[in-house]
């Protein structure tokens, strides 16, 4: 089946030297064509070109759409969420709203207990259907990509729970989602801290790879939560079931677990609100995705992560939405591309470097998303006429997206 995307004004986030990952000054590249077309091939990008590539006798395409002068993007990945949650936590808002902050709330049992709670009354069919509601409302908005984690289950059971749901929105979905088992994102309610860690490495890591359940292993390695020897512990068990570590550091304070992360080769570490220069340096040569989440640090009003000062030291940065109940509920993309702009003085093309290919990256998927590259999944989307790439983070809250395809097909 051939589909010809025609009529594109500007078709943006070409990559042809086959880079996984761009890196320091090499994110303020993004690769274009202008007056162009695209050509799908069993879901797969086939080709593109400029209008005077076209051959004569076009490509006997079995559909075409006209992109009626719009740009073309490759889709939104977005490799930070914890899309699978009960409810909401509007009442935690205002008590943000009057000065507590995400610790005193995590402290008087709000937070990530508050939605273990709500979970574990919650039918997997319920949570299901909840989820899907928020896995369709991201791809509405331009996500092909996508990371869900566990973690607001915080018992085996309601841990599998999640991961099952995880694995029927794998099944249901046109996106590309991978799973990642969060079980140490807070203590469990009746346990102590040495306890809850025994029941994650001894009970919960192995039967989520006995179920081949999770594609990842996260740990909430910050200030209150677990520490790096924690996290040290869980990884080794991890790694025995194959899960790849994508952690949590630096969100609250740098106590110590961005160097544990990098020594057990995470594929991302994420948050780093609180990132100290003098780790840098050990990103360095490794091939770890430092990961901002810009939607967080406004939800909470927190200090935005150095990814301007990241860049500048030639590391590479993935952006993602942090999608949870309770310190960034929502998805959208563009308005995390935005932030990365107006917060962290990203550039345009660096902030949808960072959203695409580099959040590919950070997700282990680059090879085949993230980028409009021969050989790649057709995940794009098609704009309304816009003046360039930067008005898309310009024009902040403005719907621009006309039409969506994922894996060549409209969605």
Not at 227 to 240: S, V, Y
Not at 295 to 306: D, E, K, R
Not at 333 to 362: D, G, H, W
Not at 372 to 393: C, H, L, Q, R, W
């Amino acid at each position: 089946m051939r589909l010809l995307v025609s009529n594109i004004g500007l078709l943006a986030g070409v990559e042809t030297a086959g880079k996984l990952r761009l890196q320091g000054g090499e994110m303020k590249s993004l690769g274009r064509v202008n007056n162009a077309w695209l050509l799908v091939e069993d879901g797969r990008i086939a080709a593109f070109g400029g209008i005077g590539s076209m051959p004569a006798d076009g490509f006997n395409a079995d559909n075409e759409v006209d992109a009626n002068g719009g740009t073309v993007l490759p889709s939104w990945c977005d490799p930070h969420t914890h899309i699978v949650y009960a409810g909401s936590r509007e009442g935690e808002f205002v008590d943000k709203i009057m000065g507590l902050s995400y610790a005193e709330i995590a402290r008087r049992g709000g937070g990530i207990l508050n939605s273990a709670d709500l979970l574990h009354t919650l039918s997997e069919e319920e949570l299901y259907r909840q989820a899907m509601c928020r896995a369709e409302e991201i791809m509405r908005k331009g996500t092909g990509c996508v990371e869900i984690k566990s973690g607001y289950g915080l018992s085996t059971a309601d841990e599998l729970k999640m991961l099952r749901v995880i694995s029927r929105i794998k099944d249901d979905v046109p996106m590309r989602v991978v799973s990642t088992f969060l079980g140490a994102h807070a203590v469990g309610r009746g346990f102590s801290h040495d306890e809850y860690v025994d029941v994650v490495v001894d009970e919960m890591i192995p039967e989520v790879g006995r179920e081949r359940l999770a594609d990842y292993v996260d740990v909430f390695c910050d200030e209150g939560f677990f520490t790096p020897e924690d996290t040290d512990r869980i990884l080794d068990a991890a790694d025995k079931w194959g899960m790849k570590p994508k952690i949590h550091v630096d969100e609250l304070a740098a106590i110590g677990g961005l160097p544990v992360a990098v020594k057990h080769g995470a594929l991302s570490v994420d948050h780093l609100e609180n990132m100290p220069e003098a780790e840098f340096g050990i990103l360095k040569n490794s091939g770890t995705m430092p990961t901002v989440l810009p939607g967080t640090s406004f939800f909470l009003n927190m200090p935005y992560a150095p990814a301007r000062k990241m860049i500048d030291a030639g590391l590479g940065v993935a952006v993602a939405s942090d999608y949870n109940p309770g310190s960034t509920p929502s998805g959208d993309m563009k308005f995390v591309v935005s932030l990365a702009c107006i917060k962290m003085r990203l550039l345009p093309q660096e902030a949808v470097n960072a959203a695409t290919l580099n959040a590919a990256y950070a997700m282990g998927l680059s090879r085949d998303y993230g980028s409009i590259t021969v050989g790649k999944a057709a995940n794009f989307f098609i704009t309304e006429p816009i003046p360039s790439v930067d008005y898309i983070p310009y024009a902040y809250t403005s719907p621009i997206i006309s039409r969506i395809f994922l894996n060549g097909k409209e969605v």
